[in-house]
């Protein structure tokens, strides 16, 4: 089993993606909370964490009871949003709001990547074997990724809708390779 934990709440006044925002006080205590539920109920060999701030507080919290080594991997990151990370929302232009809000899976966000882009990502690292070897880690990664993950194992098309699977903020996610199946268990 391969355990998924998508981070804490961000300030979500900024465009994540690759922007270093830090977790909130409430994403903060939404970490812990995951994390009690991690050290009663899960065994956890590693931890691996997206390489982007928020994804490594969220790591950083867990571990702080768990002790284990943690590894930052780039593979994990989020939707790369390009020329519209880290911008405050409430200065774009009526343009890059609706670039933002795309509903096309193959428009790419702010120049970066497009939902497309990520599916094929994520795929790519179910093909390369990338989660095999990494029985009884936890992955701290972010909703894109984890939707992907979702969308692919579900044998269903990407789509632009980010709250089907119910990837909240701190929310803990089954990943079963043998049986190639996903679910939130937290």
Do not use: C, W
């Not at 922007?19 to 956890?44: C, F, H, P, R």
């Not at 009871?65 to 409430?90: A, H, V």
């Not at 970066?112 to 990338?130: A, F, H, I, P, T």
């Amino acid at each position: 089993m391969v355990y998924l934990l998508r981070h804490g709440l961000d300030d979500e006044n900024f465009i994540g993606g690759h922007s270093d925002v830090s977790l909130t006080e409430e994403g903060v205590k939404q970490i812990q909370n995951s994390a009690q539920y991690i050290v009663n109920n899960l065994e956890i060999k590693k931890i691996y964490t997206s390489d982007i701030k928020r994804a490594i507080e969220s790591a950083e919290i867990v571990n702080k009871s768990l002790k284990k080594e943690i590894i930052k991997d780039s593979n994990l990151r989020e939707l790369d949003k390009g020329d519209l990370t880290g911008k405050d929302k409430s200065k774009l232009t009526k343009e890059e709001i609706d670039n933002l809000n795309t509903n096309n899976i193959e428009e790419k966000i702010g120049n970066g990547e497009s939902m497309l882009d990520l599916y094929k990502r994520v795929v790519n690292l179910l093909k390369d074997d990338y989660f095999k070897n990494k029985d009884k880690s936890l992955i701290v990664t972010h909703r894109g990724i984890i939707n992907m993950l979702y969308y692919y194992l579900n044998e269903q098309p990407p789509t632009t809708n980010k709250e089907q699977y119910e990837v909240t903020h701190g929310s803990i996610h089954k990943l079963n390779l043998k049986n190639k199946t996903i679910k939130k268990i937290y």
